[in-house]
């Protein structure tokens, strides 16, 4: 059987150049995704449609980003039972109405909601990945690699900042 892939929705292609992030972290780890551009209010059918034939193909994690009344984590929520990463985009007052929107989903009808904008969308990778992770060990192992990885290039950095106050 094929590995599970990640499924992006986004609610516009205004959306998609803070979502290329997603897609660049889902790269490095080599896992497969496809994207689609489908509003939970301007082609709600198409939204259920896509998201209901995505499970039955084998998606192992949606993720969803939308902004303003974003509505649209929540609605592929409602259409599966695969586990949905909710990402709120800055569209409008600073995010926070689509952070509201995406977060307070509820009971029975989760959206575990990420930061709003890029952050989140990288977040939204990796907290996919790290659900995949589960039946795939050599994920876990990539993902345990670039977390030492990043503490390294901390301490480097810490290590530069004390030899910098030394003068
Ligand atoms: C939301 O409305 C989209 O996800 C986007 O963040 C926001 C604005 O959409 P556009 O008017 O730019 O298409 O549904």
Request: aromatic share 4%; hydrophobic share 45%.
């Amino acid at each position: 059987m094929s590995e599970p892939f990640v499924a992006i929705v986004m609610g516009s292609d205004s959306d998609l150049p803070v979502m290329e992030a997603s897609f660049d972290v889902l790269r490095s780890f080599g896992i497969t995704f496809e994207a689609r551009i489908t509003s939970a209010h301007r082609t709600p059918e198409v939204t259920k449609e896509y998201v209901k034939d995505a499970e039955q193909r084998g998606c192992g994690v949606f993720i969803a980003a939308a902004g303003m009344a974003a509505h649209l984590a929540g609605a592929v929520s409602a259409a599966t039972v695969r586990p949905v990463v909710g990402v709120p985009m800055n569209a409008s007052l600073d995010g926070l109405d689509a952070l509201l929107s995406t977060v307070q989903m509820p009971a029975g009808i989760p959206v575990a909601t990420v930061a709003i904008g890029k952050a989140g969308a990288k977040n939204a990778a990796y907290l996919a990945a790290q659900i995949l992770s589960v039946g795939n060990p050599g994920l876990g192992d990539k993902l345990r690699e670039e977390r030492a990885a990043n503490a390294q290039a901390i301490a480097e950095k810490d290590t530069a900042l004390q030899e910098s106050l030394k003068g």
